[in-house]
């Protein structure tokens, strides 16, 4: 499965862009960049997914890298709702089927 | 349109009973995944059923066990159960399996074993 490495926590302050980088350095061709968040006890919310090329949505901007081996998630003004953990995932493909990998991810907090 | 419907959304269980988690998946979604979130080990793949039929499995004991019926809903089974099952259990739907098909969670089941 595709890894990948996400900063263990980061602070912002409200009113700011969050920069949320994720590394995927053995990402494969077909396989897209997803960005979940989760909230305290809360069900992964989907924020925002990608190929190689950049994206927006209402929620947030996804930035790749022409080599597609990182990509930074952009929330253009974050408030404190947007405290969480947020994950970084590959999609993979096995046998016909797709899973999830969650890894660790990142504990952003915004502060006032 | 409704989201995923997870029930119950807590759940005491003594050890060695046996415990049946439903969702019920956004309108028109035909696969179901599960996931059990625990402090230690985070958030882990258990199963994907697509048309009743499951596509995926995780690294789980086949105690745990799954089944998706005509109307997509999903069922997860953990028989004989033991105190470190108590977790957070999440179901995610999506539309098909295309890679670029994005999933929605639920709010998830508590389970407490005790």
């Known amino acids: 499965d595709a890894k990948t490495t996400q900063p263990t926590s980061m602070d912002c302050a409200e009113g700011r862009a969050a920069n949320l980088p994720c590394n995927h350095s053995t990402i494969s061709g077909n396989e897209y960049v997803y960005w979940y968040r989760q909230i305290h006890s809360q069900g992964p919310q989907y924020i925002i997914h990608?190929?190689?090329n950049n994206e927006t949505n209402e929620m947030a901007s996804l930035i790749i890298t022409e080599d597609r081996k990182s990509s930074t998630l952009i929330l253009p003004h974050a408030t404190l709702r947007d405290t969480a953990v947020y994950y970084c995932?590959?999609?993979?493909?096995?046998?016909?089927?797709?899973?999830?990998?969650f890894g660790q991810g990142t504990r952003l907090t915004i502060n006032p | 349109k409704a989201g995923v419907t997870q029930t119950p959304r807590y759940l005491i269980k003594t050890r060695g009973q046996q415990v049946t988690l439903s969702c019920s998946p956004i309108s028109g979604h035909r696969s179901v995944s599960w996931y059990q979130q625990t402090p230690g080990q985070g958030l882990q793949f258990l199963f994907e059923?697509?048309?009743?039929?499951?596509?995926n499995k995780g690294n789980f004991p086949g105690r745990f066990s799954g089944r998706q019926f005509s109307n997509s809903r999903s069922e997860m089974n953990v028989s004989t159960l033991e105190l470190g099952d108590s977790a957070l259990y999440l179901c995610a739907s999506s539309a098909g399996q295309a890679l670029n098909t994005e999933a929605f969670f639920g709010q998830g089941t508590r389970l407490t074993v005790v």
């Open positions: 990608g190929l190689k």
């Open positions: 059923y697509f048309s009743e039929t499951q596509r």
């Open positions: 995932i590959v999609r993979v493909a096995r046998q016909g089927a797709q899973k999830l990998v």
